[in-house]
């Protein structure tokens, strides 16, 4: 029986700040897996890219996921670039439904725009058509590894949470 759910999406797509209002909601812990690669290799993951490579951020990326996959009554927040290896969804499964969210290319940038952090992947000139490009990539990805899928463009943050809720409840093999 399943008892976590894992959120997985493009940045800006929601999942952190929903995956604290359904851990609230929900009674189960809030996992954010960004925070746990920045706290193992001690630096902001921006740095991690600057100074070591994606390559290095996504090795740091399996072995979290192997620490925290099988854990029970979770909501995890995955990175943007999670489903990027196969082993990572492979992991989360084994107790986790997937949850995709999704979000209009013009949303994730008003959205990124605004939260002020540093976003690796964005560096370009024009960030508009590196989101474009990156959502074309990866979105084949997300959707094979999704069991749900939300696309949060335009509900607020209570309102995904309840749709996120009202789906899960029709997955078999799960337990909220």
Known sequence: MKTSIALIGFMGTGKTVVGKALAEKLGKEFVELDALIEQKAGKPISEIFQQDGEVAFRELEIE????????????????????????????????????????????????????????????????????QELLKLRKPFYEQAADIKIDTSKLDIGAVTEQIINKVKQVENFSL
Do not use: H, W
Request: net charge positive.
């Open 64 to 131: 979290v996921i192997k620490r925290v996959a099988g854990n029970k009554k979770q909501i995890i927040a995955c990175g943007g670039g999670v489903v990027l290896n196969k082993i990572n969804i492979d992991r989360l499964k084994e107790d986790s439904v997937i949850v995709y969210l999704t979000a209009s290319p013009r949303v994730i940038l008003e959205r990124v725009s605004g939260d002020g952090g540093e976003r690796p992947v964005l560096k370009a000139s024009n960030k508009a058509e590196k989101i």
